[in-house]
């Protein structure tokens, strides 16, 4: 699978979007770019996926870039329930299907 | 909704008492994950099934095994703990097959070994 680059950490301000990036230079033609995210004290919780379109569900859209060396996860109207350590995941949908998580991006909402 | 339930939120063990961490999901799914996170590391995948009595090792199998008897089932056993398996141990469960891998998790089990 693929390895992820994240920042460590960022801010954002209550009701304004996060954008929070994700670098993926080695990802090949079958991975798809997963992207979870853990709350404090409760376990993973799945977003979104994306292999080359850009996507869009009730939680957040998904950018990826024409040559899918990188992504970007926006959540539109932050909250502080959105506080939480975001992780992308680059891997091949095989029969596996394990995934491997790096350290994540630290999401602060602050008022 | 899915439901994957953790037989404990928290427990201490002393060093060299076996340790068993029961997982349980009510989704029929096929796949089961066992994985620990640690500050830093993030999580790692420790073993993983994708059916009954079938187990695949993950990136740090030493010193824990695991048993699927039944499809709703996953155990994680240390046979004899030790104080680096300190850490809290994340269970997941996912379907088979297709590209919507979305692994479900428990809400974990911090693991203490003294």
């Known amino acids: 699978d693929a390895k992820t680059t994240q920042p460590t950490s960022m801010d954002c301000a209550e009701g304004r979007a996060a954008n929070l990036p994700c670098n993926h230079s080695?990802?090949?033609?079958?991975?798809?770019v997963y992207w979870y995210r853990q709350i404090h004290s409760q376990g993973p919780q799945y977003i979104i996926h994306g292999l080359k379109n850009n996507e869009t569900n009730e939680m957040a859209s998904l950018i990826i870039t024409e040559d899918r060396k990188s992504s970007t996860l926006i959540l539109p109207h932050a909250t502080l329930r959105d506080t939480a350590v975001y992780y992308c995941?680059?891997?091949?949908?095989?029969?596996?299907?394990?995934?491997?998580f790096g350290t994540g991006t630290r999401l602060q909402v602050t008022l | 909704d899915v439901k994957v339930t953790q037989s404990s939120r928290y427990l201490v063990k002393r060093t060299g008492e076996k340790v068993f961490l029961e997982c349980v999901q009510d989704m029929d799914h096929e796949n089961m994950f066992w994985y620990r996170q640690d500050p830093g590391l993030g999580l790692r995948l420790i073993y993983f099934?994708?059916?009954?009595?079938?187990?695949e090792k993950g990136d740090i199998p030493e010193g824990y095994s695991v048993s699927r008897e039944k499809k709703e089932r996953f155990s994680l056993i240390l046979e004899s703990a030790s104080t680096n398996q300190t850490s809290m141990y994340l269970c997941?469960?996912?379907?088979?097959?297709?590209?919507?891998?979305?692994?479900?998790f428990g809400p974990g089990t911090r693991l203490t070994v003294l």
């Open positions: 995941i680059v891997r091949y949908t095989g029969t596996a299907s394990k995934l491997t």
């Open positions: 099934s994708y059916d009954v009595k079938m187990k």
């Open positions: 997941a469960s996912s379907i088979a097959g297709g590209p919507l891998h979305e692994q479900f």
């Open positions: 080695t990802i090949s033609g079958n991975e798809y």
